[in-house]
């Protein structure tokens, strides 16, 4: 999976673009820790075998989350989080929520890694991969799409039984956790990821100047 602190820069870019007039310290940092939260679970794999980029990366969790929500702040005659915290309140925890789904997860569902989506329904690991590029030999070359194939170029690694994701907590699979294994702190890895991270800073440093 793509190291954490790319994925709070993504959240970094969506919530600079989203929270509109509810942009406050208090709102990013909500949105960045949404970002951040579904990693959480490489933690839990310490406990539950084959946790990472499952408990929190699968599609349950944001579509209940958002069921909630939706019921919370559009169906309730008297909605606890729009008399707490008003509109703001509602505009932030839907955009908390859109950016865990989207930086969170998604971001990490087009990586090698691949994401466990629809645990604990069905157990299997899986990915996108795919290329849109335009030859003067061969005109326009797509895989996302393959008529007569799959609809989607998704692979799979395996199921929680057979596949591990690597993490600096939990770097062997099973829950055991021995010592003296070599542990990796990815914080950035390849140059455009330290592009996004450079630009999610920039866009939460814009706005901040501009709010004052």
Not at 87 to 109: E, Q
Request: net charge neutral; aromatic share 12%.
């Amino acid at each position: 999976m793509p190291p954490t602190l790319v994925n709070v820069a993504v959240g970094a870019l969506l919530g600079a673009a989203l929270l509109g007039a509810a942009f406050d310290r208090r709102a990013v940092a909500v949105v960045l820790a949404a970002a951040a939260l579904p990693d959480a679970d490489a933690a839990l794999s310490l406990l539950v075998r084959g946790a990472t980029n499952v408990v929190l990366h699968n599609l349950f969790v944001p579509a209940i989350a958002g069921a909630v929500l939706y019921w919370e702040t559009a169906l309730r005659e008297e909605s606890w989080l729009r008399e707490r915290y008003g509109w703001r309140g509602c505009r932030v925890a839907w955009v908390a929520l859109s950016t865990y789904a989207v930086a969170g997860i998604g971001f990490d569902f087009f990586t090698l890694d691949a994401v466990n989506l629809l645990w604990p329904v069905h157990d299997r690991f899986y990915a996108v991969f795919g290329r849109l590029v335009y030859s003067t030999h061969e005109g326009v070359v797509q895989t996302y799409v393959e008529v007569g194939g799959h609809p989607l170029p998704l692979r799979s690694p395996g199921t929680t039984a057979t596949y591990h994701v690597e993490t600096w907590l939990n770097p062997t699979p099973g829950t055991r956790n021995p010592p003296g294994v070599e542990r990796r702190v990815r914080i950035v890895e390849y140059g455009w990821q330290a592009v996004v991270v450079v630009a999610g800073a920039a866009a939460l440093a814009f706005r901040f100047r501009g709010e004052k």
